[in-house]
């Protein structure tokens, strides 16, 4: 479904990513794993058209991703979370779910001024949808709650369910368990795994917490200095020494 | 209770030139002229963060737009000379919006500036079509048979106008368009990432700005009965900035409200004329330290909608 190939991008000289390359399947969970500033957040920005890498190919679904802007990339079908957090902070918690819907409603500037009774359907419509997904997961009470006040647990889930409000086809996850407790990670683990099995997604997490990553992936690529330098079932990487003396004995904690 | 607080309002507004002295319903005009500016300002500069101190700019071109129409077309029914300062300031919002994409911030608000000086010598140099420093008489307005030429008539031209055009923005602001604006300023990743076109919200807010700084120009023209460039310096600029700063960013009855404000208080000045800028800047400075969201917040602090 999602295809790199060769990808490689510098800064200032500093080279993020190298030859770097993964393919994953339709209704995968796959995660990418790595040290601080192994290159896994640039992969994300990548693929979602924020950075332009000097080579190498991305594809989704047979599209190249790098001809495309982001906000048409969205439109593909990709939706992402952020590793620090990127909610409309003084919007209400609604309001960012509905701007996720932003691609599935019609109505432009003109019409929207009028409120010409087809986009009174669309934003009724529009609102039941996004109440649905915030009760879902669990921000049913704060929907009037600006996005900015709320806790961090809570916010992260206001971009999960602004992600999923655009019906991704590939849903990106940047560090979803990162400030979570043991049973936030523990809840987060089972939505991103119904995800998948109820709706059918496919799910690129980058995570750096190793039980979320062992416990739901159903396969790891492991990143340090710009390199792929492992890839495959979780229990196999978890046992790889390469990764071990890279990432996992260093921070095992 | 919301319903009759409306019908009250709009009585009370309707009723207005009839219990009050002609130069107060000559005023009252004024404050629609500039709600209208202001909304229209609080579109570009509090929904999508694109500071504007250039609206006297746009404002001149509706004004000068409405009033050659005017005078070209005698007796043409005002909807005309209206509709093309719209349009046309429409249009020299996306010229000047489109190449300001690529500015933020104080380059932004730079080169809006300019555009307001610009439009003042334009008016100045075109003065074949403008009549330059003489100034530029502004025909009565007529509707059918119906010629506005008093300060009632006037009124009641401008009010209902005024209202639609509050209307208008308070259904964009709520739907999907107004959202995206929002977005934008919120967080451009986050907006491009759930597939908002930032560029053309971007230069969208200034075309809508536009328009009504157009409209508003056009009704201001007719109010006011003569133009003449002076009156569109970058002091009027700013004031419209104060208004919604004062009123509340990103807010639509907050750009009433503040424009309301400000334009009496303006008003009430008159005759300090050396103080004006004074004590309009320590309003300006209190209101940013003391009610950052400006009139609309405190409002809804008031009302406990804050949580």
Same mark, same amino acid.
């Given at each position: 479904?999602?295809?790199?190939?060769?990808?490689?991008?510098?800064?200032?000289?500093?080279?993020?990513?190298?030859?770097?390359?993964?393919?994953?399947?339709?209704?995968?969970?796959?995660?990418?794993?790595?040290?601080?500033?192994?290159?896994?957040?640039?992969?994300?920005?990548?693929?979602?058209?924020?950075?332009?890498?000097?080579?190498?190919?991305?594809?989704?679904?047979?599209?190249?991703?790098?001809?495309?802007?982001?906000?048409?990339?969205?439109?593909?079908?990709?939706?992402?979370?952020?590793?620090?957090?990127?909610?409309?902070?003084?919007?209400?918690?609604?309001?960012?779910?509905?701007?996720?819907?932003?691609?599935?409603?019609?109505?432009?500037?003109?019409?929207?001024?009028?409120?010409?009774?087809?986009?009174?359907?669309?934003?009724?419509?529009?609102?039941?949808? %996004?109440?649905?997904?915030?009760?879902?997961?669990?921000?049913?009470?704060?929907?009037?709650?600006?996005?900015?006040?709320?806790?961090?647990?809570?916010?992260?889930?206001?971009?999960?369910?602004?992600?999923?409000?655009?019906?991704?086809?590939? !849903?990106?996850?940047?560090?979803?368990?990162?400030?979570?407790?043991?049973?936030? $990670?523990?809840?987060?683990?089972?939505?991103?795994?119904?995800?998948?099995?109820?709706?059918?997604? $496919?799910?690129?997490?980058?995570?750096? &917490?190793?039980?979320?990553?062992?416990?739901? #992936?159903?396969?790891?690529?492991?990143?340090?200095?710009?390199?792929?330098?492992?890839?495959?079932?979780?229990?196999?990487?978890?046992?790889?020494?390469?990764?071990?003396?890279?990432?996992?004995?260093?921070?095992?904690? | 209770?919301?319903?009759?607080?409306?019908?009250? @309002?709009?009585?009370?507004?309707?009723?207005?030139?009839?219990?009050?002295?002609?130069?107060?319903?000559?005023?009252? #005009?004024?404050?629609?002229?500039?709600?209208?500016?202001?909304?229209?300002?609080?579109?570009? #500069?509090?929904?999508?963060?694109?500071?504007?101190?250039?609206? %006297?700019? =746009?404002?001149?071109?509706?004004?000068?737009?409405?009033?050659?129409?005017?005078?070209?077309?005698?007796?043409?029914?005002?909807?005309?000379?209206?509709?093309?300062?719209?349009?046309?300031?429409?249009?020299?919002?996306?010229?000047? @919006?489109?190449?300001?994409?690529?500015?933020?911030?104080?380059?932004?608000?730079?080169?809006?500036?300019?555009?307001?000086?610009?439009?003042?010598?334009?008016?100045?140099?075109?003065?074949?079509?403008?009549?330059?420093?003489?100034?530029?008489?502004?025909?009565?307005?007529?509707?059918?048979?119906?010629?506005?030429?008093?300060?009632?008539?006037?009124?009641?031209?401008?009010?209902?106008?005024?209202?639609?055009?509050?209307?208008?923005?308070?259904?964009?602001?709520? $739907?999907?368009?107004?959202?995206?604006?929002?977005?934008?300023?919120?967080?451009?990743?986050?907006?491009?990432?759930?597939?908002?076109?930032?560029?053309?919200?971007?230069?969208?807010?200034?075309?809508?700005?536009?328009?009504?700084?157009?409209?508003?120009?056009?009704?201001?023209?007719?109010?006011?009965?003569?133009? #003449?460039? &002076?009156?569109?310096?970058? =002091?009027? +600029?700013? &004031?419209?900035?104060?208004?919604?700063?004062?009123? @509340?960013? @990103?807010?639509?009855?907050?750009?009433?409200?503040?424009?309301?404000?400000?334009?009496?208080?303006?008003?009430?000045?008159?005759?300090?004329?050396?103080?004006?800028?004074?004590?309009?800047?320590?309003?300006?400075?209190?209101?940013? !330290?003391?009610?950052?969201?400006?009139?609309? +917040?405190? =409002?809804?602090?008031?009302?406990?909608?804050?949580?």
């Amino acid at each position: 479904m999602l295809s790199v190939e060769d990808l490689s991008i510098s800064f200032g000289g500093l080279a993020a990513l190298s030859g770097l390359g993964f393919e994953v399947a339709e209704r995968e969970i796959f995660a990418l794993i790595g040290p601080n500033g192994a290159g896994k957040s640039t992969v994300f920005n990548v693929v979602t058209g924020l950075y332009r890498p000097s080579s190498g190919r991305v594809r989704f679904l047979g599209e190249d991703l790098l001809a495309l802007a982001p906000h048409e990339i969205a439109r593909r079908g990709v939706a992402r979370t952020f590793q620090n957090t990127e909610v409309f902070r003084t919007l209400t918690a609604l309001d960012n779910v509905l701007i996720g819907r932003h691609t599935h409603l019609r109505s432009g500037a003109l019409r929207g001024a009028l409120a010409v009774a087809s986009v009174r359907r669309e934003e009724a419509a529009a609102r039941g949808t %996004a109440r649905a997904l915030l009760e879902r997961l669990g921000l049913g009470e704060v929907a009037g709650v600006e996005a900015g006040s709320l806790p961090l647990g809570f916010q992260k889930r206001l971009e999960l369910a602004r992600a999923l409000a655009s019906e991704p086809r590939l !849903l990106l996850l940047d560090e979803p368990a990162g400030g979570l407790n043991p049973t936030e $990670t523990q809840a987060l683990m089972e939505v991103i795994v119904r995800l998948r099995d109820e709706h059918g997604l $496919t799910i690129l997490v980058v995570e750096h &917490d190793m039980e979320l990553v062992m416990g739901i #992936s159903d396969r790891v690529a492991v990143l340090n200095y710009g390199r792929k330098i492992a890839e495959g079932k979780p229990d196999r990487i978890a046992a790889d020494p390469a990764v071990i003396e890279a990432y996992l004995g260093s921070e095992d904690d | 209770m919301r319903r009759a607080a409306l019908a009250i @309002g709009a009585l009370a507004l309707l009723g207005w030139p009839w219990a009050a002295p002609p130069y107060f319903v000559f005023l009252a #005009s004024l404050i629609v002229v500039n709600a209208i500016v202001a909304i229209g300002l609080n579109l570009l #500069s509090g929904y999508t963060n694109q500071l504007s101190f250039g609206h %006297a700019g =746009f404002l001149a071109v509706g004004a000068y737009t409405a009033a050659i129409v005017a005078t070209r077309w005698p007796g043409v029914p005002v909807v005309a000379p209206l509709l093309a300062a719209a349009l046309v300031t429409a249009l020299v919002g996306l010229a000047l @919006g489109i190449p300001c994409l690529r500015l933020e911030g104080l380059y932004l608000a730079m080169a809006t500036l300019a555009f307001g000086f610009v439009v003042v010598e334009a008016i100045l140099n075109l003065d074949w079509l403008t009549r330059g420093n003489d100034g530029l008489r502004v025909p009565v307005a007529h509707l059918g048979s119906w010629a506005l030429a008093g300060d009632r008539e006037r009124y009641y031209l401008v009010l209902p106008v005024g209202a639609a055009m509050v209307w208008a923005a308070l259904n964009l602001a709520r $739907t999907r368009t107004g959202r995206a604006l929002l977005a934008i300023r919120e967080s451009e990743i986050a907006a491009q990432a759930s597939g908002v076109h930032v560029a053309r919200y971007r230069a969208l807010a200034f075309v809508v700005s536009a328009l009504y700084t157009g409209v508003a120009g056009g009704l201001f023209a007719f109010v006011v009965g003569f133009l #003449s460039p &002076d009156a569109f310096d970058v =002091f009027l +600029s700013v &004031d419209f900035v104060a208004m919604i700063i004062v009123g @509340g960013l @990103g807010s639509v009855p907050g750009s009433v409200v503040g424009a309301a404000v400000l334009t009496v208080l303006h008003d009430s000045l008159a005759g300090f004329q050396n103080y004006r800028p004074l004590i309009f800047g320590a309003i300006l400075i209190a209101s940013m !330290l003391f009610m950052p969201g400006g009139i609309a +917040s405190a =409002f809804r602090f008031l009302k406990g909608d804050r949580v």
